[in-house]
T-cell receptor, first 117, second 114 residues
Framework: DSGVTQTPKHLITATGQRVTLRCSPR?????VYWYQQSLDQGLQFLIQ???????AKGNILERFSAQQFPDLHSELNLSSLELGDSALYFC????????????????FGPGTRLTVL | AQTVTQSQPEMSVQEAETVTLSCTYD???????LFWYKQPPSRQMILVIR??????QNATENRFSVNFQKAAKSFSLKISDSQLGDAAMYFC???????????FGGGTRVLVKP
């Protein structure tokens, strides 16, 4: 158990709908990262938050958004869902944000499997 | 941009034998970190081993060790005394020191034969 929790484990929805994925980082971790794992794109970084602020953005679609709350949990919102959004969405957390944090390791949650029908 | 390449889609190993997974990467950074993550059928991403690019000594973690060749930009993982529980997808990943995004390779599936 990495200490990172994600809910729900599975989500099945229809095209055009909106869903929210939730992540609670490890105790003491201020950074949260979201990754998408799909069959055709592999594992891709979406977005990073540090202590409530957006810190880095990757290949995140405009239909997707995220936020980190004062209690440090994070939510990834996916809207106008398409079939191609079906994937496993991981949240990871680490202690620091950036700037030479050498030993900083990202620990992953169990993921949320999203199926869009 | 940084890239990570795993050229072996699948590797098979006999229980108790040794298997080596290949990983090559490309980055313009001089300081960076390399990781191997394991993803068993449960789909959980589990950190196996980490290597700091500034360290010449290869990292070792129990039965797992790496061969880090900085000039060649190669970072292979050796699994010794393979066990049935080692069967999983293994991902090589790269992170710059100054940033925190992980860039992953495409993965190598390891099959362990009893």
């Amino acid at each position: 158990d990495s200490g990172v929790t994600q809910t729900p484990k599975h989500l099945i929805t229809a095209t055009g709908q909106r869903v929210t994925l939730r992540c609670s980082p490890r105790s003491g971790d201020l950074s949260v990262y979201w990754y998408q794992q799909s069959l055709d794109q592999g594992l891709q970084f979406l977005i990073q938050y540090y202590n409530g602020e957006e810190r880095a953005k990757g290949n995140i679609l405009e239909r997707f958004s995220a936020q980190q709350f004062p209690d440090l949990h994070s939510e990834l919102n996916l809207s106008s869902l398409e079939l191609g959004d079906s994937a496993l969405y991981f949240c990871a957390s680490s202690v620091v944000s950036s700037g030479g944090a050498g030993a900083d390791t990202q620990y992953f949650g169990p993921g949320t499997r999203l199926t869009v029908l | 941009a940084q890239t990570v390449t795993q050229s072996q889609p699948e590797m098979s190993v006999q229980e108790a034998e040794t298997v080596t997974l290949s990983c090559t990467y490309d980055t313009s950074e001089s300081d960076y970190y390399l990781f191997w993550y394991k993803q068993p059928p449960s789909r959980q991403m589990i950190l196996v081993i980490r290597q700091e690019a500034y360290k010449q000594q290869n990292a070792t973690e129990n039965r797992f060790s790496v061969n880090f060749q900085k000039a060649a930009k190669s970072f292979s993982l050796k699994i010794s005394d393979s066990q049935l529980g080692d069967a999983a997808m293994y991902f090589c990943a790269l992170r710059k020191a100054a940033g925190n995004k992980l860039t992953f390779g495409g993965g190598t599936r390891v099959l362990v034969k009893p």
